[in-house]
Nanobody, 128 residues
Framework: QLQLVESGGGLVQPGGSLRLSCAAS????????IAWFRQAPGKEREAISC????????RYADSMEGRNTISRDSTKNTIYLQINSLKPEDTAVYYC?????????????????????WGQGTHVTVSS
């Protein structure tokens, strides 16, 4: 059974940082494109970062203003998302998702419909 489990969310003060984790089981992350999405209350789910199956290509949403970094630890079959300088508008449920590698490991993508395996999400609240 393919499964993704996110962790690392919680309450953080504005200006703080978080590292979210996405652990995979039942499959190897190195064979898939992995993306982080988030969904704020009343808003659509948006992609904020992705990493190619090779790990050599990443992409970030402009809305994050360079405050996030995606990384992978293949030995732990885990993807991470570091978010710095958190703002109240970063409050959301953060999801990781796995999708097929359609580009031979050379790139990743943000198209939500292409991702077939989703985690349950981890809540991030940014508030003083």
């Amino acid at each position: 059974q393919l499964q993704l489990v996110e962790s690392g969310g919680g309450l953080v003060q504005p200006g703080g940082s978080l590292r979210l984790s996405c652990a995979a089981s039942g499959f190897t992350l190195d064979s898939y494109v992995i993306a982080w999405f988030r969904q704020a209350p009343g808003k659509e789910r948006e992609a904020i970062s992705c990493i190619s199956s090779s790990g050599g290509s990443t992409r970030y949403a402009d809305s994050m203003e360079g405050r996030n970094t995606i990384s992978r630890d293949s030995t732990k079959n885990t993807i991470y998302l570091q978010i710095n300088s958190l703002k109240p508008e970063d409050t959301a449920v953060y999801y990781c998702a796995a999708g097929p590698d359609r580009y031979g490991g050379s790139r990743c993508y943000f198209r939500r419909e292409a991702y077939g395996v989703w985690g349950q999400g981890t809540h991030v609240t940014v508030s003083s």
